[in-house]
T-cell receptor
Framework: DGGITQSPKYLFRKEGQNVTLSCEQNLNHDAMYWYRQDPGQGLRLIYYSQIVNDFQKGDIAEGYSVSREKKESFPLTVTSAQKNPTAFYLC???????????????FGPGTRLTVL | GQNIDQPTEMTATEGAIVQINCTYQTSGFNGLFWYQQHAGEAPTFLSYNVLDGLEEKGRFSSFLSRSKGYSYLLLKELQMKDSASYLCAVRAMTTDSWGKFQFGAGTQVVVTP
């Protein structure tokens, strides 16, 4: 089945530790995105990538890093520099605008990160 | 930049109709999207408008006016399972934000018996 997978679903880490969240898609989408969602709030963009080996900062990139070495994969590292990392993290992918008529984003199931 | 505003919460009874408004300010507009998100889950795509007018999909319809920076999502024949947060999102196509999506804070719809 085609889709986006994120692992793990729940993640606990101690304060000061870096942690990497996985995101894989087999939809052959060029674009991938990472969002953060806090309770009762909308999605805020952390990083996005339109093509392999290229990515751009979103609105809240400080304390996060990403890589895009393969089309299928877009891992997010939450570093110790992120002041308040506890949140729900969502990965998404989409065709680049113009590739198809349905240019929406498809979301993975999310990873709930708790920093103790 | 982009600013997206939608109401925080709306309550309606089962079988009724609810209209969720979304206003936006953006440069390089390239489409407006509506998503449904149940608590603790990922958003799922509901509708997409890039041209002015109404798009209908079963019980859900979405309208767009680009000149007014305005959209609405209409939910008809409300069911209890429609209780969720509804997110309005705008995609930009500018040189420095090509393909970037900006989300509103979401409207929590509560359906009562």
């Amino acid at each position: 089945d085609g889709g986006i997978t994120q692992s793990p679903k729940y993640l606990f880490r101690k304060e000061g530790q870096n942690v990497t969240l996985s995101c894989e898609q087999n939809l052959n989408h060029d674009a991938m995105y990472w969002y953060r969602q806090d309770p009762g709030q909308g999605l805020r963009l952390i990083y996005y990538s339109q093509i392999v080996n290229d990515f751009q900062k979103g609105d809240i990139a400080e304390g996060y890093s990403v890589s895009r070495e393969k089309k299928e994969s877009f891992p997010l590292t939450v570093t110790s520099a992120q002041k308040n990392p506890t949140a729900f993290y969502l990965c998404a992918s989409s065709p680049n605008p113009g590739q198809t008529s349905t240019d929406t984003q498809y979301f993975g199931p999310g990873t709930r990160l708790t920093v103790l | 930049g982009q600013n997206i505003d939608q109401p925080t919460e709306m309550t309606a009874t089962e079988g009724a109709i609810v209209q969720i408004n979304c206003t936006y300010q953006t440069s390089g507009f390239n489409g407006l999207f509506w998503y449904q998100q149940h608590a603790g889950e990922a958003p799922t795509f509901l509708s997409y408008n890039v041209l002015d007018g109404l798009e209908e999909k079963g019980r859900f319809s979405s309208f767009l006016s680009r000149s007014k920076g305005y959209s609405y999502l209409l939910l008809k024949e409300l069911q209890m399972k429609d209780s969720a947060s509804y997110l309005c999102a705008v995609r930009a196509m500018t040189t420095d934000s090509w393909g970037k999506f900006q989300f509103g804070a979401g409207t929590q719809v509560v359906v009562t018996p």
